[in-house]
């Protein structure tokens, strides 16, 4: 058991759990606690794999950025605690094997897969940054200048739906 | 060193529970964030594969799925916020109908 | 034991370093509250602390005793999960982004061991820096809705909406910097306003990066919700803000986690536009190098001589013994020619620090604070496109003229 693998281990115990939490806490902003959770979970796994600016920015734009808004939302809109659902017994007894099964057999045939490759960081010759960045700037820089403008579209679109109507 | 396929296995469970929670939550912003489960748990299947593979491509494709996943937070919340103003439930068993 | 020591070193070496960095800052934390209170006394005409211990210097103790040994009632109705959580997040993000902080250029060499001064060497150290800003925001948030109260909600959104607006400017105004220097890593930062040690004080990243530096810092103190931006807790608006409805140890936490970030903010601003560790003298000025011994001896032989004549019978005690101490630790660095160039780098960035931490204290005497919407629009019209603009020129000058 080397080092990185407990690590591993522990980092991917945790992303699980916060999302079996997320799944079964009935307050929105426990769900978005969990969600927290499992990004940074992510995000150490990241970085166990050597991508640290991945990692970074997981942290900043998906923990930092998009989850507050969640929290945000929740709060403005004072979304309370579920309320109890009329969904049938069966579905959970017979379904939740079901799933663990069809999980097995995925994990399997991952696992049976020629995937020995071992993802783990090697010195490259750029730093990791460097690497993404000239790639982003040079073969990427189509995609890259749209999504500026698809974040500009989205902006105008969440200015545009929160605005109230003029009565 | 850690094998791929760990991290592979990994992603597939944690997309697996973003589906459970899509499918069974009945608060529209908790379905929300199980989309943005699903969405982590492809990221996390793509880095793996981009650092088996020694190139950067998935690493430059995870951070434009981050980017349009904000967009996409961004805006889907503000059709939230809406439904919630309109309907003054967050449930989505009550929003079932295309008339109000 | 002596070979279980040398077995796991490098894990005992760790383990110690953070326990004396935790104690340090801590420490650090609670004199800094001294000193706030004493400078912003004097500035308004008054003395501040000075009954408890001498000069009021034990006044962070009894502070520190208060908090531990006040009632801490759990207001009624609050979500108890995220009641708890809010401050220990708060806290705990606070003190682990010290662990980026290098201080000091030269490892130790003790026992036969080179030990680096800073906890992790960071390749991403900004970016690791920021993604510990932007998680703090949850402090503020969750405390503020967590309490089942008015006032708190009303802070506790305003302030977290305050520091996500600030974050952009803060994150946009150091990239002039980072191109300058090449990397995220901030003993690479440091070392690249090195690259010219003739040029001393003129070398620094704050004359080509003026405008960066005056973004960064305006931005970092909206980030700390430190006056003039601090109006989401201020006492006349909003009772206190998002901590209202927290007693005593969980607001003990809130209070060292904005300290601290205070403190790192500091840090930061030395490390990025002021040389970090390096002497504001040109290198070849070598008798500078005796100027934590010019510092240190004459300030304690005044407090010797102010001991002497104190009121109290403590003081009478404890101040001529902290005096002989510093003394004693200025005669040292006389005498042990390699104790002296090993303290240089830490001294100077120590200075640096305190006057970036004495420049907080002076805003709080001084200004006022900002109203909600002039704080807003002012982060949004004036200080982001201005960051904006910080960057076009930089990046425009360092393909003209190439980073020095």
């Known amino acids: 058991m080397t080092p990185q693998l407990a690590v591993f281990f522990v980092l991917a115990t945790l992303a699980v759990l916060g999302a079996l939490n997320l799944i079964m806490q009935r307050h929105p902003i426990h769900s978005a606690l969990s969600l927290i959770v499992v990004m940074i979970a992510l995000a150490g796994l990241y970085l166990l794999m050597g991508s640290e600016f991945v990692a970074a920015v997981q942290i900043i734009v998906y ?105 | 060193m850690v094998p791929t396929s760990y991290y592979l296995i990994l992603s597939a469970v944690l997309f697996g529970l973003g589906v459970v929670a899509f499918v069974f ?76 | 034991m002596i070979s279980f020591l040398n077995a796991n070193a490098t894990i005992i070496i760790y383990l110690v370093k953070i326990a004396l960095l935790l104690f340090i800052v801590l420490t650090v934390n609670a004199y800094l509250t001294w000193f706030e209170r004493k400078v912003v006394a004097h500035m308004q005409s008054r003395w501040g602390p000075h009954r408890v211990g001498p000069h009021g210097l034990l006044q962070p103790l009894a502070d520190g005793a208060k908090f531990l040994l006040k009632e801490d009632p759990t207001p009624a109705g609050v979500d108890k999960f995220t009641y708890f959580l809010a401050p220990l997040m708060a806290l705990a993000l606070a003190l682990t982004s010290i662990a980026i902080i290098p201080f000091g250029p030269q490892p130790l060499h003790i026992f036969g061991r080179d030990i680096t001064l800073g906890i992790a060497d960071l390749n991403i150290g900004i970016l690791a820096l920021f993604a510990i800003t932007a998680l703090s925001v949850y402090g503020v948030a969750l405390a503020g809705w967590s309490s089942n109260s008015k006032y708190p909600l009303l802070g506790g959104l305003r302030s977290s909406a305050q520091m996500v607006s600030y ?104 490390i990025m536009f002021f040389g970090g560790w390096l002497s504001p003298f040109p290198a070849s000025w070598t008798l500078t190098h005796y100027l934590p011994s010019v510092i240190l001896i004459p300030f304690g032989l005044w407090v010797i001589w102010d001991g002497i004549r104190y009121e109290t019978i403590f003081g009478k005690i404890i101040l001529p013994g902290v005096g002989l101490a510093i003394t004693v630790m200025g005669a040292v660095l006389i005498a042990f020619p390699t104790v002296n160039e090993f303290i240089q780098g830490p001294f100077w960035l120590l200075a640096k620090i305190f006057v970036f931490l004495f420049v907080y204290v002076w805003m709080r005497g001084t200004l006022p604070r900002f109203r909600y919407d002039q704080l807003m629009s002012f982060g949004w019209k004036l200080l982001l496109p201005v960051s904006i603009a910080n960057v076009v020129i930089t990046a425009f000058a360092i393909l003209m003229w190439g980073a020095r």
């Open chain 1, 63 to 167: 923990g930092g950025a998009i989850m507050v808004l969640f929290v945000f939302v929740i709060m403005l809109l004072n979304a309370g605690v579920e309320e109890r659902t009329n969904i049938s017994k069966l579905a959970g007894i017979a379904g939740i094997p079901l799933a663990v099964a069809l999980l097995g057999f995925l994990a399997a045939a991952i696992a049976r897969s020629n995937e020995s490759a071992q993802a783990g960081f090697e010195s490259s010759t750029l730093a990791n940054t460097k690497e993404i960045s000239t790639m982003l700037f040079k073969d990427f820089v189509y995609p890259f200048e749209l999504t500026s403008f698809l974040i500009l579209v989205a902006i105008l679109g969440a200015i545009v739906l929160a605005q109230r109507e003029k009565s």
């Open chain 3, 167 to 270: 974050e952009l400017s803060l994150t946009m105004s150091v990239v002039g910097v980072l191109l300058l220097a090449g990397s995220f890593n901030l003993r690479d930062i440091i070392n690249a306003q090195a690259h010219h040690p003739e040029r001393g004080i003129f070398g620094w990243n704050v004359w080509p990066q003026i405008l960066g530096f005056f973004c960064f810092f305006v931005a970092a103190v909206a980030e700390t919700n430190r006056v003039p931006f601090d109006l989401p807790e201020a006492e006349s608006e909003l009772v206190a803000g998002f901590h209202t409805e927290y007693a005593s140890f969980k607001f003990a936490m809130f209070f060292i986690a904005e300290y601290t970030s205070m403190i790192t903010v500091s840090c930061l601003c030395t």
């Open chain 2, 25 to 100: 939550k009945r608060n529209v912003i908790t379905i929300f964030m199980s989309i943005e489960l699903m969405l982590n748990a492809v990221n996390l299947a793509f880095v793996a594969f981009s650092q088996a593979r020694h190139q950067s491509d998935g690493q430059v494709f995870v951070l434009f799925v981050i980017v349009v996943a904000a967009a996409e937070a961004a805006v889907g919340l503000g059709i939230i916020i809406l439904m919630a103003r309109n309907r003054q439930s967050l449930n989505v068993e009550r929003v079932d109908l295309l008339k109000l």
